[in-house]
């Protein structure tokens, strides 16, 4: 049952990594990807100002409302 469960997932992954987008769906995914790594860097520059790791995340949030999923503005690493 695991087996074919995890078949089913991967085959569903597969064909989901597969599908086509528009011309204009790629030009939003562009500038989406293009608008989080602005936001990515602001986080950077902040934390480089020394203004805390709470205030930072708090301006992440807010420059990332709306483009990606979670509080960590689509990307999370540990430390």
């Given amino acids: 049952m695991k087996k074919h469960l995890l078949s089913l997932t991967l085959a569903l992954l597969a064909t989901a990594a597969f ?5 204009k769906e790629t030009q939003e995914d562009i500038a989406r990807h293009r608008a989080m790594a602005a936001a990515h860097e602001g986080a950077a520059k902040c ?21 990606a999923i979670g509080k ?3 990307m999370r690493h540990s430390h």
């Avoid at 934390?47 to 483009?67: D, I, S, W």
Wanted: glycine residues 14%; aromatic residues 4%; hydrophobic residues 30%.
């Fill in 19 to 23: 599908a086509q987008h528009s011309d």
């Fill in 47 to 67: 934390l480089e100002a020394g203004k805390g790791e709470k205030v930072c995340m708090a301006e992440l949030q807010t420059a990332c409302k709306g483009l």
């Fill in 72 to 74: 960590y503005c689509g």
